[in-house]
């Protein structure tokens, strides 16, 4: 064994200054990542174990069109990059993919085709430009202009495709939006659900804001999203694939430039992460309040006799001023936010990593093998120096492809929390109609605390009834009423009659009188099915068998 040993003792490789170094800095490296990376793994690893907190309670099984519910009442989390996002992205996706062979599946699948090409020929583009730059230094016209007409030609498909993906980007939203109106509006129209969003719950103050403007920002930001995502992942894997390759073929180590990339990209990331505003709960609340000045717009056209009447003009234009006030107050915030948010973002991404990718294409050409001078003589060293340029450039055209590809996937979490704002709106949206239309009314009163005392505004929910639960039973029969111990209670929870008695037979006419607030107008709520039957046993016609004139408000 042991001569064997002293034989193999000359083979083995020798540890050199420059080589202890290299193996120092990875340890450190590895170690520092371990330190970082550890806990943030353990306490993952413990919120999914079985002493974590306990998950969203499931809608019931096999019906997966309704949508699970948001937790006890109380007040709502700030929309965010969080479990809750996730799961409302989920529950939402069932409605825009509903089966697996769609129009929307079509459109998705035809966009990523776009996005898989347009990365190919990127990188086709920034090998004929190595080429192009390399004639230009050996001085050969004929080659620079072949390359020349080269890159025009692939210019053509390559404008197209780019083209093709703002095309199917715009095709994939429009898709979107299509689906989710169509559900929406199906819901909403369900069992008069629009009249008992409106005067059953007050959960949703601007059905119309949610209806339009909410469903077709969660469209838009969610296919631009995808386009923002997919393409510049797959840019970061090939443009590493193709640079890492070229460097080991020409005997260069890819080992401290990948390790200076992932630090550079972890350090920016932590950083952009602690300075990024909560832009989720900025936009909701931006939305909400566009939501309140349309609402307020369309309530004096409502009610323009009676503001005419009154003399009102004044009360409902300080009104409005103070609506739009609180508007601009919260689109200034946002852009002072972003102002500061895109600065920095900026500087770490153009200047200090500029700055890195000079030095991570310059250390494998400086210590490549296959790029040394050596002994060559005076004819091989120019060929040398037009190889190195010719490497130079479409190292660095590749690394700037990759630098902009992880510009944007880190800059796409600004829109991740956008889209959290939205998502949490539309999807708030449909599981209040859910609720609904299964008979679940709930009502709040929303305090605001003013801006002048405080500059964080609060939301403060205040139950004003608890949830009662229907016990009562509505009967059709062919002719006749008959209400058997009905109560009329009011939406806000208000027992008008705490227990009605009467029988109409056909042929019968009947007059009910009283002063104003006694149930008059609520009975024939009842009747019609508005108002749900609480207690006892109301035998009616069908609804297709009578007809009902309702009073102008």
Not at 29 to 43: C, F, I, K, M, Q
């Amino acid at each position: 064994m042991i001569p064997l040993l002293h034989a193999a003792a000359p083979g083995r490789a020798r540890w050199t200054r420059s080589g202890a170094v290299k193996r120092a800095a990875c340890l450190v490296a590895a170690a520092y990542a371990l330190r970082t990376v550890g806990p943030v793994v353990g306490r993952r690893l413990a919120r999914s174990g079985p002493g974590g907190k306990s998950r969203a309670a499931r809608g019931p099984a096999g019906d997966p069109s309704r949508l699970q519910g948001a937790g006890a009442a109380g007040r709502k989390p700030a929309p965010g990059l969080n479990a809750d996002f996730f799961r409302q992205l989920l529950q939402l996706r069932k409605i825009l993919f509903p089966r697996v062979v769609t129009t929307e599946t079509g459109w998705l699948c035809l966009h990523s085709v776009a996005l898989v090409s347009r990365t190919f020929l990127s990188i086709s583009v920034a090998g004929l430009d190595g080429k192009i730059v390399k004639s230009i230094v050996e001085k050969q016209p004929r080659a620079f202009i072949l390359k020349l007409i080269k890159w025009l030609l692939i210019a053509i498909p390559a404008t197209l495709v780019h083209s093709a993906i703002r095309y199917l980007e715009c095709k994939l939203a429009l898709a979107f939006r299509t689906r989710l109106v169509d559900h929406a509006y199906k819901t909403y129209f369900a069992n008069q659900t629009y009249y008992k969003v409106i005067d059953m719950d007050g959960r949703l103050t601007n059905p119309d804001q949610s209806l339009t403007e909410d469903i077709m920002m969660f469209s838009q930001s969610v296919a631009h999203l995808y386009s923002n995502l997919t393409k510049p992942i797959l840019d970061v894997i090939l443009t590493s694939y193709t640079l890492i390759r070229t460097a080991v073929s020409r005997g260069a180590s890819p080992m401290e430039p990948t390790l200076l990339s992932g630090l550079v990209v972890y350090a920016t990331a932590k950083v952009l992460k602690t300075c990024s505003p909560k832009f989720g709960k900025l936009v909701a609340k931006e939305a909400h309040r566009k939501g309140y000045l349309r609402y307020v717009h369309s309530r004096i056209i409502a009610n323009v006799e009676e503001i005419a009447f009154y003399r009102g003009h004044k009360v409902e234009m300080k009104q409005l001023q103070q609506c739009y006030q609180a508007l601009a107050d919260q689109m200034n915030l946002i852009l002072s936010k972003r102002l500061w948010y895109i600065m920095i973002e900026q500087f770490l991404m153009k200047y200090v990593w500029s700055s890195c990718g000079l030095i991570m294409v310059a250390i494998p050409i400086i210590t490549a093998t296959g790029f040394a001078d050596g002994d060559l003589e005076d004819g091989q060293k120019q060929a040398m120096v037009s190889d190195r340029t010719e490497a130079f450039t479409t190292a660095r055209n590749l690394l700037a492809s990759g630098a902009d590809a992880i510009e944007r996937i880190m800059s796409s979490y600004k829109e991740v929390t956008e889209l959290a704002g939205y998502t949490a709106r539309v999807y708030n949206m449909f599981w209040v109609f859910d609720e609904v239309k299964r008979g679940i009314y709930k009502r709040a009163a929303v305090i605001q605390e003013p801006e002048i005392q405080s500059k964080n505004e609060t939301n403060i929910e205040l139950p004003l009834s608890d949830t009662r639960e229907i016990k009562g039973k509505v009967i059709d029969v062919d002719h006749g009423i008959i209400c058997e111990n009905v109560p009329i209670i009011t939406p806000a929870g208000e027992v008008v009659a705490s227990s009605l008695n009467f029988k109409v037979q056909e042929g019968m006419h009947l007059l009910i009188t009283g002063p104003n607030g006694c149930g008059k107008s609520s009975l024939f709520r009842i009747l019609s099915g508005l108002w749900p039957v609480y207690e006892g046993t109301l035998y009616k016609p069908p609804p297709q068998h009578m007809f009902y004139i309702p009073q102008r408000k």
